[in-house]
């Protein structure tokens, strides 16, 4: 007892430095154990204790702003937010592989994942980083032990923040000129500046944004067009194929393309796929290029040709913006009209304002459908009841149509009535990867039976079907399930195979092929238009025909991350594909410097809203 009283006494006297020391100690202690971070230089181990200590430092002094009764409280509340800020990371690091963003916290109802399954986020090794809260309340609370506090002097601790903060700026600049410039590649900001200095950085950011808009003029716009990526066509036998053919685009919640063709115990996880995309253009090396907007994300690579924005979804932050949208472009060019299918909420990812803008004629949401009980799970309307329940309204439509439906049961957490099974779960370590198969399997079975039913309809034989995987379904923290299953090691290249979506078009009557073509997302949009017979040429934009992709040009993802037929560039390494072996960074620096250039154009289009300059 005696011990414990001396204890409270030397803390009460060095409360100010003992909040700060255990702020600094528990934000490294995550940073290792929590992030991942790889720190491979003394440089960045310097960083590694700079960053969260003047951080630290300043959100201490922020006390010391209040009358000296306050103080105290105000030491634990400043506390609690940091080690809230730290903890929220940490949650969202486990599922997403990312860090939390301003964007992400004003559209904390769209993102999917975090609701039904965050108690498999917790550990019981967590309840450490709320230790020093205890003993920072009691003493910040208790009469008899504030008047012991010595509060720090202002300018010595001022003082000592800057020059850690200048230290800490300018080791990280020195490191990579470049972190200023591609603040989307949070993991290199927070290794470099450390997790407080990143979310200061973003809040600007977030901040800033409004008045990019406002300051934007048609010269910005002029300067910008000339930059954006302008196909030309090449008029080979592909091109028009499907000229005025209905446009049935299926967007597959989660689905991985290692799933195509895969057996588990002998039986097929994906039978219908499999022998659809032998009667189909099978595109069997596209990658996910999606951000924190998830499906939105991939609907928007779809619909514009732009990239998505690197915190946040374009839906939600810009849905107002003029785009070169893939409705407007076949309205104009062949008189279609569009149409959305998707049982949700209209509402969520804000689709009922952004599916007006980027224009399309009619959003079937979740009121147009019944819904009980019976036939949900998870996040809503399985897939078969609602590919079922689309047919009738697709039945009413004026041809040609484009019509787009977003399937839903496939989603993290994976939850599926044992009824609905039409393969058993997997059997690895991982329940995440083992429930994925399942549901994957019933998805395939829903898209059988909506073939089936459009056939019966007469809605199959004048139409075009695209098939995509809009993201990865399992994130980096179950990926050791998959590993398993594939008998993979779980190196960086093989994490990047598992980024790949399958990408599927169907032409009734054309003959099928696997090309083997590597592109992203992003293409899905100049291969559909090559395919209708409309010119790339006259709507620039970062899409790219996958009949006639160059492989030398690299799929840019929004972290800034590149890969290319020869080279890939992930977690800063560099790997030379053919041997797997890290390489000088320098043989990707060409690819990195387009990838920059991309994503700096993209951004700059979309937050100052460029497109609504041309053609006026």
Same mark, same amino acid.
């Given at each position: ?42 440089? !960045? ?187 030309? %066509?090449?008029? %080979? ?27 588990? !115990? ?21 990658? %996910? ?45 062949? %008189? ?115 073939? /089936? ?59 099928? /092929? ?56 992930? !977690? ?36 100052? !809203? ?7």
């Amino acid at each position: 007892m005696h011990a414990m009283k001396k204890m409270f006494v030397i803390l009460s006297k060095h409360l100010y430095l003992f909040a700060i020391l255990a702020l600094t100690v528990k934000t490294i202690g995550v940073m290792l154990v929590g992030f991942h971070l790889s720190f491979k230089s003394i440089e !960045d181990v310097i960083l590694l204790i700079l960053a969260p200590l003047g951080s630290a430092i300043i959100l201490a002094l922020i006390s010391n702003l209040v009358s000296k009764r306050w103080r105290p409280g105000t030491l634990f509340v400043v506390q609690l937010l940091a080690t809230g800020v730290l903890y929220a990371n940490l949650l969202y690091y486990r599922f997403y592989i990312d860090f939390v963003t301003l964007s992400v916290l004003l559209q904390l109802n769209n993102v999917g994942g975090l609701g039904p399954s965050t108690v498999e986020l917790f550990s019981p090794f967590d309840l450490l980083l709320f230790i020093d809260l205890i003993l920072i309340g009691f003493i910040s609370f208790k009469k008899s032990k504030r008047s012991e506090i010595r509060y720090p002097q202002m300018k010595r601790y001022m003082q000592t923040a800057i020059i850690v903060v200048i230290a800490t700026f300018g080791i990280g600049l020195y490191q990579h000129p470049h972190l200023l410039r591609t603040t989307y590649d949070r993991n290199l900001l927070v290794r470099s500046l450390g997790l407080y200095h990143y979310q200061l950085i973003n809040v600007v950011h977030g901040i800033k944004g409004p008045f990019d808009r406002v300051l934007a003029s048609k010269a910005d716009a002029e300067d910008v067009e000339k930059l954006l990526y302008k196909h030309s %066509d090449e008029k %080979d036998a592909s091109f028009g194929m499907a000229k005025g053919r209905n446009i049935v685009l299926i967007s597959l919640e989660s689905t991985q393309n290692f799933v195509i063709n895969r057996k588990i !115990d002998g039986k097929e996880i994906t039978p219908f796929l499999n022998k659809l995309i032998k009667d189909s253009y099978y595109f069997n090396n596209i990658y %996910d290029q999606t951000a924190q907007g998830k499906t939105s994300d991939a609907e928007f690579m779809i619909d514009t040709g732009l990239y998505p924005l690197p915190s946040g979804s374009v839906f939600v932050r810009r849905p107002n913006n003029t785009f070169q949208s893939l409705p407007r472009i076949l309205k104009e060019e062949s %008189d279609y009209d569009s149409y959305v299918f998707h049982a949700n909420d209209a509402s969520f990812w804000n689709r009922d304002q952004v599916y007006e803008s980027l224009g399309y004629k009619k959003f079937y949401s979740k009121p147009k459908y019944e819904v009980n009980e019976k036939n949900s799970v998870n996040y809503g309307l399985k897939d078969e009841a609602f590919l079922k329940q689309s047919v009738p309204y697709m039945k009413k439509l004026k041809e040609p149509y484009l019509a787009k439906l977003i399937t839903l049961t496939n989603h993290f957490p994976f939850l599926l009535d044992e009824g609905d099974q039409q393969i058993e779960p997997a059997a690895t370590k991982v329940g995440v990867v083992n429930r994925y198969i399942a549901t994957v399997g019933y998805e395939d079975k829903a898209l059988s039976q909506f073939f /089936k039913k459009l056939k019966d309809e007469g809605l199959y034989e004048d139409s075009i079907f695209i098939i995509y995987g809009d993201h990865y379904g399992i994130s980096r923290k179950y990926e050791s399930g998959i590993h398993e299953l594939l008998d993979q090691e779980g190196t960086p290249l093989e994490h990047l195979s598992l980024q790949q979506v399958p990408v599927i078009i169907h032409v009734p009557g054309q003959k099928g /092929k696997t090309i083997q073509t590597m592109g992203g997302e992003v293409d899905i949009r100049a291969t559909l238009m090559h395919l209708l017979g409309v010119s790339n040429e006259n709507y620039p934009s970062f899409s790219r025909n996958l009949f006639d992709r160059k492989s030398s040009s690299p799929v840019v993802f929004r972290d800034g991350s590149m890969v290319t037929e020869d080279y890939a560039y992930l !977690d800063h390494v560099c790997y030379k594909r053919s041997s797997k072996e890290e390489v000088s960074v320098k043989s990707c620096e060409p690819y990195l410097e387009e990838a920059r250039e991309q994503l700096h154009i993209s951004d700059k289009v979309i937050m100052e !809203d460029l497109l609504r300059f041309i053609g006026d």
